[in-house]
């Protein structure tokens, strides 16, 4: 079955950068796309950024300038790094498989991040 | 950006009660709109796709419509495990924008 799951450091000091992994299963990254989700505590939802399935990507133009996604098909993983953090950074980090006819069908459980020095 | 409106921030409603929470998008999105249920503590879970089309394992009490660019998501009677925050989402185009999201609680 489709499964994502997210690792990385739980904090991260300001004005440094973030890695995040997302290590998949259940499908192939070479005709599937996954997307990064972000959520800050008791907040909503923000689209990060896109790797579909013939290794373009896309970003959210809010973020473009201190992100990037990339991603080894043969380890079946995603990664994320963001420089240049700070506070409102803080956020749960998910990964998400996407689709062109269905968006965000399938979640890894997130990760806590916390910017703090 | 597409902007998208969603009413209202909070409801209160009976077990077995009717329940419809709103999204208005700032331009035509066609059916490009998904409805996704969060519990505390746990990932979203995508509810409806297409803005009419039930996800699989999805409960037939919830259901979804659209009328221009206003999109409804009904959940027909409300059981105890409904109590969570919804969001819609936009998929017609970049970036993908989510609504503020609906938290539904019990009355």
């Known amino acids: 079955q489709v499964q994502l799951k997210e690792s990385g450091p739980g904090l991260v000091q300001p004005s440094q950068t973030l890695s995040l992994t997302c290590t998949v299963s259940g499908f192939s990254l070479t005709s599937n796309s996954v997307s990064w989700v972000r959520q800050p505590p008791g907040k909503g939802l923000e689209w990060m950024g896109a790797?579909?399935?013939?290794?373009?990507?896309d970003y959210n133009s809010a973020l473009k300038s201190r992100l990037s996604i990339s991603r080894d098909t043969s380890k079946s993983q995603v990664f994320l790094k963001m420089n240049s953090l700070q506070t409102e950074d803080t956020a749960i980090y998910f990964c998400?498989?996407?689709?062109?006819?269905?968006?965000?069908?399938?979640w890894g459980q997130g990760v806590m991040v916390t910017v703090s020095s | 950006d597409i902007q998208m409106t969603q009413s209202p921030a909070s409801l209160s409603a009976s077990l077995e009660e009717i329940v419809t929470i709103t999204c208005q998008a700032s331009?035509?999105?066609?059916?490009?709109l998904a409805w996704y249920q969060q519990k505390p503590g746990k990932s979203p879970q995508l509810l409806i796709y297409?803005?009419?089309s039930l996800a699989d394992g999805v409960p037939s009490r919830f259901s979804g419509s659209r009328s221009g660019t206003q999109y409804s998501l009904k959940i027909s009677r409300l059981q105890v495990e409904d109590i969570g925050i919804y969001y819609c989402l936009q998929a017609y185009s970049a970036p993908p924008t989510f609504g503020g999201g609906t938290k539904l609680e019990l009355k």
């Open positions: 998400t498989h996407i689709t062109t006819v269905v968006p965000f069908d399938y």
């Open positions: 790797i579909w399935s013939g290794g373009s990507t």
């Open positions: 331009q035509d999105i066609g059916n490009w």
């Open positions: 297409g803005a009419t």
